[in-house]
């Protein structure tokens, strides 16, 4: 099977980039094609570099707050690309409710602080596999 | 040391050589520092503190290890100055009012990261993060409203602000003018300290060497113009939250501070001019007795760099000020209540360590901006230390504590190895150019974050003690989207409301004086006088100066 390939990205004016860091880190130790962003990424950007880098998976990580306005960008921005085949997952500072609601718009799993690196890579694994089988 | 003294040491030397074989014979845990992977030894004695000098020291005396104060806590408490902010400037004018109303004795601005950045909030990239992690600060007319009520001659503010703090400043300083406040009586510090926003916080506007420059532009005019103000709160904290072990964050930060005494040398100022203005910010962590250590290394360190290697004279030169926060990156965003015992026992080596002033975390901010009442309970915290445990009663004593006096001096060697491995690379400005100083951030980062998924570090509640019934929930604080359309109306009304003409010719002077090597503080200010906002300040000056461009890598 081909390596995942992720962009790990950085949207909005936060400048908090330890946790983009240790997952790109942590997904790249597990065999994924990991491009990160660098810092102050508008959804405009992420969303081009994505669709150029003919990624598998955006991650976004957010933790200004800025969830419910640069999330759902990121999501329209693809979608209006014909690019609903990326998954779009991420973390952050984000409150429970908000991530059920940034779900039930169609974002993947959205995960909080404490996360063990595994839970990703594991997580990232199964959706691609479900997704290569649907489409074989 | 006397003969007889040198014997008894011998026989301790000896002594503890037959329990240390003993303790290795033993069945017995391992022990490391909390996030240097070092290995804590299992007892210390008077082998461990012999010849350090510790036992002559005095607290109010050079080397200010015991701390700079004579009087220690007794002649003042430290400042309990809870940073806070969000949302539009009248929202946190009542926050400030309700904090001071209930003991806090300081005030701390949090910006939003428009702010932060230089954005107004009506700029097109400020979209969505208006107020949302501090508070929308675009012209004078915000910052008016910020302090409306609120004396500043009264106070002492301290503004979290660095890619444009000059800009933030002068709108404090316009303020405060138009308060009628007499500039000498303003106290407070503006953290402005670039340096680490390219190591670690990432708030940049300008490219090193111009940015430099104008916090250069600060210590001068703030000498001779507000000579109570603190230029520059020279910060660790987010070095440490970035990932650095306690001896990295002693390093950089004090390896940061050399640099700005270097380009304050360099201009032509007298040390000793600005020096006394310089400040420092502390991350406190957990691990307790290496906190305390760290922050009497700090002291010490400076002190001596600053009397034998750039020749200060005078006393205030010499002593190390600081403010000290509790750790953010060791809250957990499970089992949230547990995080009231980690601000206080954090909040205690603060205090132990000397601190001048000190914020507590709220329980609840690994997952949103703090509520009021989470915000109370850390300020309690502070004050059931400041007033029930009666630690502050005596002037560091921990002092003459085989451990800590040992711990002392052991970071103080780390940090000295580190200043030299910094001159080989060249020194900080090519250690930030390179991404030397933050990869060495980031593979601290990966190892902690490797431990604790290998349960060699124990998380209580994240990794160990896991509880698993559903998460605890506690209320969050929600920051309306009102505030976003609130402050977008207030600047409509303050553009239409302000003389434009006036407002151009400001900005040309600015412009053109980047271009010379005038200080360009007064031109600032002339701007804020004139209303013109944070963003127009900002991108004049980048017109000349131009932008950073990080180096990025993970």
Redesign the interface.
């Given at each position: 099977m081909r390596p995942i390939r992720v962009l790990?990205a950085k949207p909005?004016?936060?400048?908090?980039?330890?946790g983009?860091?240790?997952v790109?880190?942590?997904l790249?130790d597990a065999g994924m094609e990991?491009i990160?962003?660098?810092?102050?990424q508008?959804p405009e950007m992420i969303a081009t570099a994505a669709i150029q880098e003919d990624v598998d998976v955006v991650g976004l990580s957010i933790l200004?707050?800025?969830h419910?306005?640069?999330i759902p960008r990121v999501l329209d921005l693809l979608r209006a690309d014909g690019r609903d085949d990326i998954l779009v997952t991420g973390g952050g500072?984000i409150?429970?409710e908000d991530m059920d609601a940034l779900e039930a718009r169609g974002t993947g799993r959205l995960f909080?602080?404490?996360t063990?690196?595994?839970e990703l890579v594991d997580y990232i694994h199964d959706w691609f596999e479900a997704r290569e089988s649907q489409t074989a | 040391m006397t003969t007889a003294e040198m014997l008894e040491l011998d026989r301790l030397r000896e002594e503890v050589a037959q329990w240390r074989a003993r303790f290795d014979a033993a069945k017995k845990r391992n022990a490391l520092f909390a996030n240097s992977g070092d290995v804590v030894d299992p007892v210390y004695t008077a082998l461990d503190i012999a010849g350090d000098g510790s036992a002559l020291e005095l607290p109010g005396e050079y080397p200010f290890t015991r701390g700079i104060h004579a009087t220690g806590y007794r002649g003042k408490l430290w400042t309990m100055r809870q940073f806070a902010g969000f949302g539009t400037a009248p929202e946190t004018n009542a926050r400030y009012k309700y904090l001071l109303s209930h003991g806090q004795t300081g005030l701390s601005v949090a910006f939003d990261f428009p702010t932060l950045m230089g954005y107004d909030s009506d700029h097109p990239r400020s979209e969505g993060e208006v107020g949302k992690c501090g508070v929308a600060i675009s012209s004078l007319a915000d910052m008016e409203t910020l302090f409306e009520g609120i004396p500043l001659d009264k106070v002492s503010t301290s503004m979290t602000i660095n890619g444009p703090a000059v800009i933030l400043f002068a709108f404090y300083v316009a303020a405060a003018e138009k308060q009628g406040v007499n500039l000498k009586e303003l106290r407070g510090t503006i953290q402005n300290d670039i340096l680490k926003e390219y190591m670690a916080q990432h708030a940049w506007v300008y490219p090193i060497e111009p940015a430099l420059r104008l916090i250069v532009d600060n210590f001068a005019w703030s000498a001779e113009h507000v000579p109570l103000w603190n230029t520059i709160s020279i910060s660790g904290y987010h070095i440490r939250e970035a990932g650095a072990t306690a001896a990295q964050e002693l390093a950089f930060t004090l390896a940061d501070g050399f640099t700005y005494v270097e380009r304050g040398l360099a201009r032509g100022l007298d040390v000793d001019d600005f020096a006394p203005r310089l400040s420092f910010f502390w991350d406190i962590h957990n691990d307790f007795f290496e906190e305390i250590a760290k922050l009497r290394a700090a002291r010490r360190i400076w002190a001596r760099h600053l009397k034998e290697r750039f020749g200060a004279k005078d006393p205030r030169s010499l002593i190390m000020r600081f403010h000290s926060q509790t750790a953010g990156v060791t809250l957990t965003a499970q089992q949230p209540m547990n995080n009231v015992v980690r601000v206080a026992y954090q909040a205690m080596a603060a205090v132990l360590g000397g601190t001048q002033s000190l914020h507590t975390n709220s329980m609840d901010e690994t997952l949103a901006l703090p509520t009021e009442q989470a915000v109370q309970v850390a300020l309690r915290t502070q004050q059931v230390l400041a007033y029930e445990t009666g630690v502050p009663n005596v002037a560091d004593p921990l002092g003459g504590s085989y451990y800590v006096e040992a711990l002392t001096d052991k970071l103080e060697q780390e940090a000295e190895a580190l200043f030299e491995q910094i001159a080989e690379v060249g020194g900080v400005v090519h250690g930030l150019e390179t991404g030397w100083l933050q990869r060495k951030i980031a593979e601290s980062s990966s190892r902690q974050q490797w431990e604790i998924e290998q349960h060699r570090r124990t998380i209580v509640g994240v990794n160990e003690f896991v509880t698993e019934e559903g998460e605890l929930t506690i209320p969050l604080l929600k920051v309306s989207e009102a505030a976003e359309r609130e402050q977008r109306a207030r600047m409509a009304q303050m553009r239409a409301s302000r003389d434009n003409g006036l407002v151009e010719s400001r900005l040309t002077a600015l412009r053109e004086a980047s271009r010379t090597d005038a200080n360009l503080m007064p031109c600032i200010l002339d701007c804020a006088r004139a209303y013109c906002t944070l963003y127009e300040i900002r991108a004049a000056m980048e017109e000349v100066f131009g932008a950073y461009r990080e180096p990025v890598f993970f």
């Amino acid at each position: 099977m081909r390596p995942i390939r992720v962009l790990v990205a950085k949207p909005g004016l936060d400048g908090h980039d330890r946790g983009a860091k240790v997952v790109a880190a942590a997904l790249r130790d597990a065999g994924m094609e990991v491009i990160y962003t660098g810092l102050h990424q508008t959804p405009e950007m992420i969303a081009t570099a994505a669709i150029q880098e003919d990624v598998d998976v955006v991650g976004l990580s957010i933790l200004s707050g800025a969830h419910m306005t640069l999330i759902p960008r990121v999501l329209d921005l693809l979608r209006a690309d014909g690019r609903d085949d990326i998954l779009v997952t991420g973390g952050g500072i984000i409150p429970r409710e908000d991530m059920d609601a940034l779900e039930a718009r169609g974002t993947g799993r959205l995960f909080g602080p404490g996360t063990p690196t595994s839970e990703l890579v594991d997580y990232i694994h199964d959706w691609f596999e479900a997704r290569e089988s649907q489409t074989a | 040391m006397t003969t007889a003294e040198m014997l008894e040491l011998d026989r301790l030397r000896e002594e503890v050589a037959q329990w240390r074989a003993r303790f290795d014979a033993a069945k017995k845990r391992n022990a490391l520092f909390a996030n240097s992977g070092d290995v804590v030894d299992p007892v210390y004695t008077a082998l461990d503190i012999a010849g350090d000098g510790s036992a002559l020291e005095l607290p109010g005396e050079y080397p200010f290890t015991r701390g700079i104060h004579a009087t220690g806590y007794r002649g003042k408490l430290w400042t309990m100055r809870q940073f806070a902010g969000f949302g539009t400037a009248p929202e946190t004018n009542a926050r400030y009012k309700y904090l001071l109303s209930h003991g806090q004795t300081g005030l701390s601005v949090a910006f939003d990261f428009p702010t932060l950045m230089g954005y107004d909030s009506d700029h097109p990239r400020s979209e969505g993060e208006v107020g949302k992690c501090g508070v929308a600060i675009s012209s004078l007319a915000d910052m008016e409203t910020l302090f409306e009520g609120i004396p500043l001659d009264k106070v002492s503010t301290s503004m979290t602000i660095n890619g444009p703090a000059v800009i933030l400043f002068a709108f404090y300083v316009a303020a405060a003018e138009k308060q009628g406040v007499n500039l000498k009586e303003l106290r407070g510090t503006i953290q402005n300290d670039i340096l680490k926003e390219y190591m670690a916080q990432h708030a940049w506007v300008y490219p090193i060497e111009p940015a430099l420059r104008l916090i250069v532009d600060n210590f001068a005019w703030s000498a001779e113009h507000v000579p109570l103000w603190n230029t520059i709160s020279i910060s660790g904290y987010h070095i440490r939250e970035a990932g650095a072990t306690a001896a990295q964050e002693l390093a950089f930060t004090l390896a940061d501070g050399f640099t700005y005494v270097e380009r304050g040398l360099a201009r032509g100022l007298d040390v000793d001019d600005f020096a006394p203005r310089l400040s420092f910010f502390w991350d406190i962590h957990n691990d307790f007795f290496e906190e305390i250590a760290k922050l009497r290394a700090a002291r010490r360190i400076w002190a001596r760099h600053l009397k034998e290697r750039f020749g200060a004279k005078d006393p205030r030169s010499l002593i190390m000020r600081f403010h000290s926060q509790t750790a953010g990156v060791t809250l957990t965003a499970q089992q949230p209540m547990n995080n009231v015992v980690r601000v206080a026992y954090q909040a205690m080596a603060a205090v132990l360590g000397g601190t001048q002033s000190l914020h507590t975390n709220s329980m609840d901010e690994t997952l949103a901006l703090p509520t009021e009442q989470a915000v109370q309970v850390a300020l309690r915290t502070q004050q059931v230390l400041a007033y029930e445990t009666g630690v502050p009663n005596v002037a560091d004593p921990l002092g003459g504590s085989y451990y800590v006096e040992a711990l002392t001096d052991k970071l103080e060697q780390e940090a000295e190895a580190l200043f030299e491995q910094i001159a080989e690379v060249g020194g900080v400005v090519h250690g930030l150019e390179t991404g030397w100083l933050q990869r060495k951030i980031a593979e601290s980062s990966s190892r902690q974050q490797w431990e604790i998924e290998q349960h060699r570090r124990t998380i209580v509640g994240v990794n160990e003690f896991v509880t698993e019934e559903g998460e605890l929930t506690i209320p969050l604080l929600k920051v309306s989207e009102a505030a976003e359309r609130e402050q977008r109306a207030r600047m409509a009304q303050m553009r239409a409301s302000r003389d434009n003409g006036l407002v151009e010719s400001r900005l040309t002077a600015l412009r053109e004086a980047s271009r010379t090597d005038a200080n360009l503080m007064p031109c600032i200010l002339d701007c804020a006088r004139a209303y013109c906002t944070l963003y127009e300040i900002r991108a004049a000056m980048e017109e000349v100066f131009g932008a950073y461009r990080e180096p990025v890598f993970f």
